[in-house]
């Protein structure tokens, strides 16, 4: 799903680096990504060894201590397992770029009604850019929803919009009064209904939540197992969407 441009970089032994496309090299250039996503408020997860994830946002950059500050909640059973493991892999997304990065030596700091996660700066970053594809926003009347369970309250059945989606994955809205669902949820059998006339079967892979000011989540999801009828399905659906957007234009 993601791909860089620039080119191919040397490893240490001087064979050809695989990371090297995607290694951002520049120390203000990697201080640069952590600002935007700190000035963006952006959803980061971090990803501990065990396959827990952690939703935060970055607080602070403190270059001169060589410090991040991370604004999390205490209690939760996956901050407990990220400070044991000392580690984890962050994970953000900044429009159509992916930033991936380790992380280590983690503190947590309390304060009077608030809670910090520290830790090093990351010697490195990553940067993947999403491959294009074009982004529907549902408009007019008839919105498309999937239908799926919670995963930890099989008994609730739940019908959530569709904000946007493209052939890799779509954004869902989550309402307040829901059950928050985690980052790196996998979600086998749900049933995404874009019109009365397409519906198909598929999972999904939840990349990264992130609050709402209108007091709900939004779902970052990726499609998993995707048929190639349900893709087919969901190409010309979304190939009419740009359509009527440019004729919606053009008035």
Known sequence: MFQDTRPAELGPDSSPDAW????????????????D??????????????GSALAV??????????????????GLPQLDRLIDADE???????????????????????????AALQCGLPREIYRFQRRGAYRVRPRGHQVPVVTLRHPALPEMQLTLRVLDLSIGGCALWLPQDVPTLQAGTRLASVTASLDAESRFEVGLV???????????????????GLSP?????LQRWIDRSQQRSRLLTLR
């Open 20 to 35: 090297g496309d995607f290694r951002v090299g520049d120390p203000r250039e990697r201080l640069r990504l952590l600002r």
């Open 37 to 50: 996503l700190r000035d963006g408020g952006t959803p980061i997860n971090l990803n501990a060894p065990d």
């Open 57 to 74: 946002t970055l607080w602070t950059v403190d270059e001169q201590h060589g410090r991040l500050n991370f604004a999390t909640q205490t």
């Open 88 to 114: 984890a892999v962050a994970v953000a997304y900044l429009e159509s770029v992916k930033l991936q990065f380790d992380l280590s030596g983690f503190t947590l700091v309390r304060g009077q009604g608030s």
């Open 206 to 224: 939840l990349q990264h939540v992130s609050a709402q000011g209108e007091g709900g989540a939004r779902l970052g999801c990726e499609w998993q």
């Open 229 to 233: 009828p349900a893709e087919r399905l």
